[in-house]
């Protein structure tokens, strides 16, 4: 009898905080998966120096890490299925950061590559398992909020990275942009032990081998090809040959999944539209987003003569937008409706990516950062309806196989924005007959944005009805 009552005042207390604890236990790891994967952009040239290599060589460890996602990735439904969602999470969080650990301890190429590896598997559950987790323990109406939470590391991320990257290199060590993630994670698995429901395995099926390997072999081919292509650490012809490879697998996958009952990517999914309006058009509206963490500190340092440091300080301006939209996300979709909000934050976000091609020295750096402070706003709202719609109308035993075809596309359109990216700028400067400069990176976002404003296109053929029982919305008549 004396145990009744604080029983009841921990189910009190799981009852208002779990809501609002999961998705940021949840938010804190993808942040450090995510600021790592961009953080050693401004630390190479000092990393190189100690290991003994060149930076070129050493942008080996940006394909590498994400070559090891976009192998494990696929298989990342099947295995949160099969041994739940919670330990794998925690799993990939411990090998995420021992990947940490050993890129702190590499004294050479070879292990610095591999120690990346190592990261790349870990963050390869951590993304999508954490979604799934999100999606299975958090009510439908509470998904947008939850969402909103899980959407603003993603953002942050690439934004945050070059900053911490700079500032500890520059003042500290290189070592410790890496084992910043150590204190980080293990309490990322204290947490996850403590406050994240458990959620057990269910029975699955075999995994499907064949289908894992031709998955792995396409995204990994593509991702791998247009990295060497955008970012020639090896000579392009290979990129090229990884890149042909890739999309040759994704043509056996397609023909294998058809004739597969349980495929590891399940393509069946494309039959539910809000599922295929959200992956199709976040697909177009990544290869401008990813195009931007490669093209704005590059600008930034070869237009304006900015330090990597100070370059970096500017572009955080956008993950301040990025949270500050969390506070009124909810009620917008409420009010709204995802077709709605959707349609208006892929033209807003696709016009400030216009915008930044008509940046300067002459430009007041307070007119940038607005520019990129309401990007940081619009883009953060943007993705998370993209993240909630995405599972509005999928049913819960096909929770785990949304996750990985989500987590799938969105690593190859964020690859390709950055080849994007890069060839834009190459085709720009044999136009000019000269190096980079400014006017190169201006072309280049006038270039991607153009894909952006192709995103409206399968939000707009959506009902408005999309989604509602996700967001609340409730249409009005002659709403379409």
Same mark, same amino acid.
Not at 298 to 318: D, K, N, P, Y
């Given at each position: 009898?004396?145990?009744?009552?604080?029983? =009841?005042?921990?189910?009190?207390?799981?009852?208002?905080?779990?809501?609002?604890?999961?998705?940021?236990?949840?938010?804190?790891?993808?942040? $450090?998966?995510?600021?790592? =994967?961009?953080?050693?952009?401004?630390?190479?040239?000092?990393?190189?120096?100690?290991?003994?290599?060149?930076?070129?060589?050493?942008?080996?460890?940006?394909?590498? +890490?994400?070559? !090891?996602?976009?192998?494990?990735?696929?298989?990342?439904?099947?295995?949160?299925?099969?041994?739940?969602?919670?330990?794998?999470?925690?799993?990939?969080?411990?090998?995420?950061?021992?990947?940490?650990?050993?890129?702190?301890?590499?004294?050479?190429?070879? #292990?610095?590559?591999?120690?990346?590896?190592?990261?790349?598997?870990?963050?390869?559950?951590?993304? &999508? %398992?954490?979604?799934?987790?999100?999606?299975?323990?958090?009510?439908?109406?509470?998904?947008?909020?939850?969402?909103?939470?899980?959407?603003?590391?993603?953002?942050?991320?690439?934004?945050?990275?070059? %900053?911490?990257?700079?500032?500890?290199?520059?003042?500290?060590?290189?070592?410790?942009?890496?084992?910043?993630?150590?204190?980080?994670?293990?309490?990322?698995?204290?947490?996850? *032990?403590?406050?994240?429901?458990?959620?057990?395995?269910?029975?699955?099926?075999?995994?499907?081998?064949?289908?894992?390997?031709?998955?792995?072999? *396409?995204?990994?081919?593509?991702?791998?090809?247009?990295?060497?292509?955008?970012?020639?650490?090896?000579?392009? &012809? %290979?990129?090229?040959?990884?890149?042909?490879?890739?999309?040759?697998?994704?043509?056996? +996958? +397609?023909?294998?999944?058809?004739?597969?009952?349980?495929?590891?990517?399940?393509?069946?999914?494309? =039959? @539910?539209?809000?599922?295929?309006?959200?992956?199709?058009?976040?697909?177009?509206?990544?290869?401008?987003?990813?195009?931007?963490?490669?093209?704005?500190?590059?600008?930034?340092?070869?237009?304006?003569?900015?330090?990597?440091?100070?370059?970096?300080?500017?572009?955080?301006?956008? *993950?301040?937008?990025?949270?500050?939209?969390?506070?009124?996300?909810?009620?917008?979709?409420?009010?709204?409706?995802?077709?709605?909000?959707?349609?208006?934050?892929? !033209?807003?976000?696709?016009?400030?990516?216009? #915008? $930044?091609?008509?940046? /300067?020295?002459?430009?007041?750096?307070?007119?940038? +950062?607005?520019?990129?402070?309401? =990007?940081?706003?619009?883009?953060?709202? $943007?993705?998370?309806?993209?993240?909630?719609?995405?599972?509005?109308? @999928?049913?819960?035993?096909?929770?785990?196989?949304?996750?990985?075809?989500?987590?799938?596309?969105?690593?190859?359109?964020?690859?390709?924005?950055?080849?994007?990216?890069?060839?834009?700028?190459?085709? /720009?400067?044999?136009?000019?007959?000269?190096? &980079?400069?400014?006017?190169?990176?201006?072309?280049?976002?006038?270039? %991607? /944005?153009?894909?952006?404003?192709?995103?409206? @296109? &399968? $939000?707009?053929?959506?009902?408005?009805?999309?989604?509602?029982?996700? /967001?609340?919305?409730?249409?009005?008549?002659?709403?379409?």
């Amino acid at each position: 009898m004396p145990d009744k009552p604080r029983h =009841s005042g921990h189910q009190r207390f799981t009852e208002i905080a779990l809501p609002r604890i999961v998705p940021l236990i949840l938010a804190v790891a993808l942040f $450090m998966e995510m600021m790592d =994967s961009t953080v050693i952009a401004t630390s190479l040239p000092a990393i190189a120096a100690d290991i003994g290599t060149s930076p070129i060589a050493l942008k080996l460890a940006f394909t590498t +890490y994400l070559v !090891a996602l976009a192998i494990f990735i696929p298989a990342s439904g099947w295995t949160a299925d099969r041994f739940g969602a919670r330990r794998v999470f925690m799993i990939a969080i411990a090998i995420f950061t021992v990947g940490s650990l050993l890129c702190a301890a590499a004294d050479s190429l070879a #292990a610095f590559v591999g120690a990346r590896f190592i990261q790349g598997m870990g963050g390869s559950m951590m993304t &999508p %398992v954490a979604r799934l987790v999100l999606v299975r323990a958090t009510e439908r109406r509470d998904l947008v909020s939850a969402m909103a939470w899980l959407s603003v590391p993603a953002l942050m991320g690439p934004m945050v990275g070059p %900053v911490v990257g700079g500032f500890l290199t520059t003042f500290v060590s290189w070592h410790w942009i890496f084992l910043v993630n150590l204190p980080i994670g293990l309490a990322g698995i204290a947490l996850s *032990a403590r406050f994240l429901p458990e959620l057990p395995g269910r029975p699955n099926g075999k995994l499907d081998v064949t289908g894992l390997l031709l998955s792995g072999l *396409a995204a990994a081919g593509i991702v791998f090809g247009l990295s060497v292509i955008s970012l020639p650490a090896l000579p392009k &012809p %290979v990129g090229v040959a990884a890149t042909l490879t890739g999309l040759i697998s994704a043509l056996l +996958y +397609y023909r294998h999944a058809r004739r597969t009952e349980k495929p590891v990517l399940d393509l069946r999914l494309f =039959s @539910v539209r809000s599922f295929r309006a959200t992956i199709v058009s976040g697909f177009l509206v990544r290869l401008g987003i990813g195009a931007t963490p490669f093209l704005l500190p590059l600008m930034l340092q070869i237009g304006f003569g900015l330090t990597a440091f100070h370059s970096g300080l500017v572009t955080f301006v956008g *993950a301040v937008g990025a949270i500050t939209a969390k506070f009124t996300t909810a009620r917008t979709y409420e009010r709204f409706g995802f077709k709605h909000v959707l349609v208006a934050t892929i !033209a807003i976000s696709a016009l400030f990516l216009t #915008a $930044m091609s008509a940046f /300067s020295p002459a430009v007041p750096f307070s007119v940038i +950062y607005a520019v990129l402070f309401m =990007s940081g706003v619009v883009r953060s709202l $943007m993705f998370t309806g993209f993240n909630a719609l995405a599972f509005a109308d @999928v049913e819960s035993e096909q929770a785990g196989a949304a996750t990985a075809l989500t987590a799938v596309f969105q690593q190859i359109s964020l690859a390709m924005g950055v080849a994007l990216a890069g060839m834009m700028v190459e085709a /720009s400067m044999v136009f000019h007959a000269s190096g &980079p400069g400014l006017v190169d990176f201006q072309f280049a976002f006038l270039a %991607v /944005s153009a894909f952006s404003f192709a995103a409206i @296109v &399968p $939000m707009i053929a959506l009902d408005s009805k999309a989604g509602s029982a996700v /967001s609340g919305h409730r249409t009005t008549a002659g709403e379409t």
